[in-house]
């Protein structure tokens, strides 16, 4: 039996596990306060690190009839509420899920919510790395036709529930979704009709039970398409290829690196879409982002512009105009000798990787670390040994690993510097390493949670750094 939930929100009484300060739960809260829910809201950071967030709700009319546990979860909020909406970070070996689960109360989180209450076309990314940027270059795309089309979810800049009144019908709106988005929307057996999977490769080893598990929540994005939906998925990537196995969805394929028989490929350095025939949509020559990683976003992008129908004059002009996402890989000072990128959103040692390679064959100062997942740092240490000059690293488990990994092959201990508790002596570190190089790369591959509230902190931090620090 598929689960589902009462959507006529008033008076019911509805508890919100965790608030939060990305944004998200609080545009839940105000909109599920505007239908005249009754609100318990609970979380384990305490009223002064949530601050920000509960300023906000302040502000908003009835919020002082909404019921605050905060600093800690109590085990009676669990038992008598209707309705459970579920923060992404919390996870879902919970005990107090349990205890809902127990007692019967629905659970939900904002991207089943949207789903139940928008249920017209909609667009969604999700993948290990590449999600922000390329629902971000189709939301550009698909903004030159549609107007009211817009971007939301994981991406930070705009929650789901900002926008959900807005839509229209037809609006085709690209929603960027997180496995803990998913692993929700795998329990209502919800799946939006055009789905993207950019990759999946290891993370979150430290919230999930294994990879497998881990790969099981990304799948839900097409697992419960029918067959009147598309799945669009990374041909160059093996557990994307397999995922076409999971879904009845019509299947394209993107790929840099073979032809496709249905979907986009990259060839002679120009974008071809195939269908009922092969047709070029665009060369790359124009293009303004770095690296084989974001030539791959673009390739995913293009094929769901084709599949709704967008000009290939339209897909060129709008690539090509294309500048990239903040904190990926974002190019934010240019002086006569060097080039800053923040790259802050590089959580893993893939995405790191990724970075260094987008910088072709220049020497680079790189400044990284944090705090691990469960991951393996010797790839990365390969290649921080083959194209980085200098290293400073943040302190942090992700740190030790990787510079565990640097000394078995021998990276030169003058070029490594370490053992940064703060990120503006890590910066000065950085430009002092500088003066020989062209390059300076702030891209962490690891997590922020033991310097930072989240990575958008970190990202935001360094560029306030990079404004006083580099003249």
């Given at each position: 039996m598929v689960k589902s939930f009462n959507t006529n929100f008033k008076k019911q009484r509805i508890l919100v596990m965790g608030l939060g300060l990305n944004g998200g739960a609080f545009q839940v809260v105000k909109w599920l306060l505007a239908k005249g829910a009754i609100l318990t809201v609970t979380d384990i950071k305490d009223a002064r690190v949530l601050k920000p967030t509960l300023d906000q709700l302040k502000k908003l009319a009835g919020a002082k009839n909404i019921?605050?546990?905060?600093?800690?979860?109590?085990?009676?909020?669990?038992?008598?509420?209707?309705?459970?909406?579920?923060?992404?970070?919390?996870?879902?070996?919970?005990?107090?899920?349990?205890?809902?689960?127990?007692?019967?109360?629905?659970?939900?989180?904002?991207?089943?919510?949207?789903?139940?209450?928008?249920?017209?076309?909609?667009?969604?990314?999700?993948?290990?790395?590449?999600?922000?940027?390329?629902?971000?270059?189709?939301?550009?795309?698909?903004?030159?036709?549609?107007?009211?089309?817009?971007?939301?979810?994981?991406?930070?800049?705009?929650?789901?529930?900002?926008?959900?009144?807005?839509?229209?019908?037809?609006?085709?709106?690209?929603?960027?979704?997180?496995?803990?988005?998913?692993?929700?929307?795998?329990?209502?057996?919800?799946s939006p009709q055009i789905s993207v999977i950019t990759n999946v490769l290891v993370d979150h080893l430290n919230r999930y039970k294994n990879f497998n598990t881990y790969k099981q929540a990304k799948i839900n994005i097409i697992k419960y398409q029918t067959k009147n939906d598309v799945a669009i998925l990374n041909l160059d990537n093996i557990h994307t290829k397999l995922a076409a196995k999971a879904t009845k969805a019509k299947v394209y394929y993107f790929s840099l690196k073979n032809k496709v028989n249905r979907g986009v490929y990259l060839k002679n350095n120009s974008f071809y879409f195939v269908d009922k025939k092969t047709e070029p949509v665009m060369p790359i020559n124009n293009i303004k982002l770095l690296g084989q990683h974001n030539l791959s976003n673009i390739a995913a992008s293009i094929c769901v512009a084709k599949i709704v129908g967008i000009e290939n004059s339209l897909v060129d002009e709008a690539v090509n105009s294309f500048k990239g996402v903040a904190y990926r890989l974002q190019l934010i000072k240019q002086t006569k000798n060097l080039q800053v990128f923040n790259d802050a959103t590089s959580t893993t040692p893939d995405a790191a990787q990724a970075a260094i390679e987008a910088m072709q064959d220049k020497k680079i100062v790189l400044l990284a670390g944090g705090q691990d997942k469960n991951l393996d740092y010797k790839a990365l240490a390969k290649t921080i040994k083959n194209k980085v000059a200098k290293t400073i690293l943040l302190a942090g488990t992700g740190s030790a690993k990787l510079i565990t990994e640097l000394k078995k092959i021998k990276y030169p201990s003058a070029?490594?510097?370490?053992?940064?508790?703060?990120?503006?002596?890590?910066?000065?570190?950085?430009?002092?390493?500088?003066?020989?190089?062209?390059?300076?790369?702030?891209?962490?591959?690891?997590?922020?949670?033991?310097?930072?509230?989240?990575?958008?902190?970190?990202?935001?931090?360094?560029?306030?750094?990079?404004?006083?620090?580099?003249k």
């Amino acid at each position: 039996m598929v689960k589902s939930f009462n959507t006529n929100f008033k008076k019911q009484r509805i508890l919100v596990m965790g608030l939060g300060l990305n944004g998200g739960a609080f545009q839940v809260v105000k909109w599920l306060l505007a239908k005249g829910a009754i609100l318990t809201v609970t979380d384990i950071k305490d009223a002064r690190v949530l601050k920000p967030t509960l300023d906000q709700l302040k502000k908003l009319a009835g919020a002082k009839n909404i019921k605050f546990v905060l600093g800690e979860h109590r085990v009676e909020d669990f038992k008598d509420q209707d309705l459970l909406i579920q923060n992404p970070g919390v996870p879902a070996n919970s005990v107090y899920l349990t205890i809902a689960k127990k007692n019967k109360i629905p659970i939900v989180n904002e991207a089943v919510m949207f789903f139940a209450l928008y249920p017209y076309r909609k667009i969604a990314v999700t993948g290990t790395r590449g999600k922000s940027t390329t629902s971000s270059i189709i939301h550009h795309i698909l903004k030159q036709k549609i107007k009211t089309n817009v971007i939301a979810g994981n991406i930070a800049t705009t929650p789901m529930f900002a926008v959900l009144d807005k839509l229209k019908k037809d609006s085709l709106p690209v929603l960027e979704l997180s496995s803990w988005h998913l692993e929700n929307l795998g329990d209502y057996q919800l799946s939006p009709q055009i789905s993207v999977i950019t990759n999946v490769l290891v993370d979150h080893l430290n919230r999930y039970k294994n990879f497998n598990t881990y790969k099981q929540a990304k799948i839900n994005i097409i697992k419960y398409q029918t067959k009147n939906d598309v799945a669009i998925l990374n041909l160059d990537n093996i557990h994307t290829k397999l995922a076409a196995k999971a879904t009845k969805a019509k299947v394209y394929y993107f790929s840099l690196k073979n032809k496709v028989n249905r979907g986009v490929y990259l060839k002679n350095n120009s974008f071809y879409f195939v269908d009922k025939k092969t047709e070029p949509v665009m060369p790359i020559n124009n293009i303004k982002l770095l690296g084989q990683h974001n030539l791959s976003n673009i390739a995913a992008s293009i094929c769901v512009a084709k599949i709704v129908g967008i000009e290939n004059s339209l897909v060129d002009e709008a690539v090509n105009s294309f500048k990239g996402v903040a904190y990926r890989l974002q190019l934010i000072k240019q002086t006569k000798n060097l080039q800053v990128f923040n790259d802050a959103t590089s959580t893993t040692p893939d995405a790191a990787q990724a970075a260094i390679e987008a910088m072709q064959d220049k020497k680079i100062v790189l400044l990284a670390g944090g705090q691990d997942k469960n991951l393996d740092y010797k790839a990365l240490a390969k290649t921080i040994k083959n194209k980085v000059a200098k290293t400073i690293l943040l302190a942090g488990t992700g740190s030790a690993k990787l510079i565990t990994e640097l000394k078995k092959i021998k990276y030169p201990s003058a070029n490594l510097f370490t053992g940064f508790n703060d990120l503006e002596k890590a910066l000065l570190e950085a430009k002092k390493q500088s003066t020989d190089q062209k390059i300076l790369l702030f891209s962490p591959a690891a997590a922020s949670f033991n310097m930072f509230t989240n990575e958008f902190q970190r990202a935001k931090m360094f560029d306030q750094l990079v404004k006083k620090h580099v003249k």
